[in-house]
């Protein structure tokens, strides 16, 4: 593209750009905070979730993908016409393809092979492209360095680099954490610790940031699944099936040091964990989303029934139907779910009460 061209065209369009921006922004972040009373081996527990689907897509990623797009406009970084190009194991790319086509551009989404069909679904019929990276192509690194290739010495191509990017972390820092901050605050109460599944680290980095400045010391976990110990170890083990979380390395934004010890979920315990809140509790939320249930709990356990751990339900369970999510899954040793007693849930009042003022 003539670059000359492109910025005069850019100038023209900014406004328009970061007026699109603004309105999208009406439909993504405040996001309900569910208050969870949760028996776990003879013990009950008070957890928060913030109930993450009710962003624009479904998922906590529309809140990263938009504050990348309005950083990479105020900078001057995403040219008018410029494919968006990203790597991504999914509610990134739902998200990218949604916002991007929003704002008029092509967007082009790499991913492995083996996610799920309603991803991949979904991208398309966002209207983005989608380009598949086998095992054998090198699955999720693969799609990163293909990403990469496409934008070499090109101002036509806008990566996000979600994994690298410092945008993602501010998002929660600026976004999700606050939010928390605010819910809680306004009902009262106080949290003893953070903890969520690490995809590319941006929620637990950011949420994290945002609770310490006000709770200093304040224990934040990364949860990554017990079979793909990659936090952990340090590199790639294993294969595990909770879709979102554990890509295959770890991701340059998440920093380990800052961080208060790993905790691990089975991955089958996760997905029938998810099961049985959408069954008992009629919340259908996606399998990282039964895992941050089981690890908040296990942080719980260690704290004590004072504790009030919160955690994020990063998504809904409509994008995991031709998965594991969809069959009875045995019990296996070092599962606890069996040990969990679902008991009651609700959403925390918010500014402006809406539904609830209607009805008091
Ligand atoms: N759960 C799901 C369903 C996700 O899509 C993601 C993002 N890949 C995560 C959890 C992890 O979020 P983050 O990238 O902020 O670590």
Redesign the pocket.
């Known amino acids: 593209m003539n670059r000359a061209l492109s910025a005069a065209s850019g100038a023209a369009a900014l406004p328009r750009a970061m007026q699109q921006l603004q309105s999208l922004a009406g439909m993504i972040g405040q996001t309900p905070l569910l208050h969870l009373t949760v028996g776990f081996r003879g013990q009950t527990y008070t957890l928060c979730a913030k109930a993450e689907s009710y962003n624009l897509t479904g998922?906590?990623?529309d809140r990263m993908a938009w504050r990348i797009l309005r950083d990479a406009v105020l900078e001057g970084r995403l040219l008018p016409g410029a494919t968006i190009v990203e790597a991504t194991?999914?509610?990134?790319g739902i998200a990218f393809a949604a916002l991007g086509r929003a704002l008029g551009h092509p967007v082009r989404i790499l991913m492995p092979d083996w996610m799920s069909e309603e991803r991949k679904a979904l991208i398309r019929l966002y209207g983005a492209e989608v380009e598949l990276v086998s095992a054998a192509e090198g699955g999720f690194l693969g799609s990163i360095a293909r990403a990469r290739q496409m934008a070499e010495g090109r101002d036509d191509v806008f990566l996000p680099s979600q994994f690298d990017n410092w945008a993602n972390v501010q998002a929660h820092e600026d976004g999700t954490g606050p939010e928390i901050l605010e819910q809680l605050a306004r009902n009262g109460l106080t949290p003893s610790a953070f903890i969520?599944?690490?995809?590319?680290?941006?929620?637990?980095m950011g949420v994290g940031r945002a609770l310490r400045k006000r709770f200093p010391g304040l224990p934040v976990h990364p949860l990554e699944p017990a079979e793909s110990p990659t936090l952990s170890t340090g590199c790639k083990r294993g294969k595990h099936r909770i879709?979102?979380?554990s890509d295959e390395f770890i991701p340059a934004i998440c920093r380990l040091d800052e961080l208060s010890p790993v905790v691990a979920v089975h991955d089958g315990d996760a997905i029938r964990m998810a099961q049985r809140i959408s069954r008992q509790w009629g919340l259908g939320v996606?399998l990282?989303s039964g895992a941050n249930l089981l690890g908040a709990l296990k942080v719980a356990e260690r704290q004590g029934p004072d504790s009030l751990v919160v955690t994020v339900f990063?998504?809904d369970s409509k994008k995991y139907l031709s998965t594991d999510f969809a069959r009875t899954l045995p019990a296996e040793p070092g599962h606890c779910c069996d040990e969990v007693e679902l008991l009651d849930w609700r959403p925390l009042p918010a500014a402006g009460a809406g539904l609830h003022a209607a009805l008091n």
């Open positions: 998922s906590i990623k194991s999914g509610n990134t969520a599944g690490v995809g590319t680290g941006g929620t637990v879709q979102g979380i996606g990282s990063c998504d």
